[in-house]
């Protein structure tokens, strides 16, 4: 059995920052690529950021520059940190963790941590 867990959300006003982090436990073997996304009211999950299990990351463009992604193999945790934020980054963010479970191979996701940019 697999649990995913992301902490972290909250309110913050437009500019603020925010720090949201994502911890695996569980029968894990391995973890390949981890990733958030974040899926806003009557719109489609949209993929943030990813990270390989080697470091190698990726943004989605309405957050590069803004957006950190980072994790800690050891601790199966991933982090993202969240500078400059704007109102339309408010949305419900959920972690994606690609991980071996002995030879099976499958996707597991958080249950979401809700972020409010607003004044």
């Known amino acids: 059995q697999v649990q995913v867990v992301e902490s972290g959300g909250g309110l913050v006003q437009p500019g603020g920052s925010l720090r949201l982090s994502c911890s695996a436990s569980?029968?894990?073997?391995?973890?390949?690529?981890m990733a958030w996304y974040r899926q806003a009211p009557g719109k489609e999950r949209d993929m943030v950021a990813r990270i390989t299990n080697g470091g190698t990351t990726n943004y989605g463009d309405s957050v590069k520059g803004r957006f950190t992604i980072s994790r800690d193999n050891p601790k199966n945790t991933m982090y993202l940190q969240m500078n400059s934020l704007k109102p339309e980054d408010t949305a419900v963010y959920y972690c994606?963790?690609?991980?071996?479970?002995?030879?099976?191979?499958?996707?597991?996701w958080g249950q979401g941590t809700q972020v409010t940019v607003s004044s």
């Open positions: 994606s963790v690609d991980l071996w479970r002995g030879v099976v191979r499958q996707v597991y």
């Open positions: 569980g029968s894990i073997f391995s973890i390949n690529d």
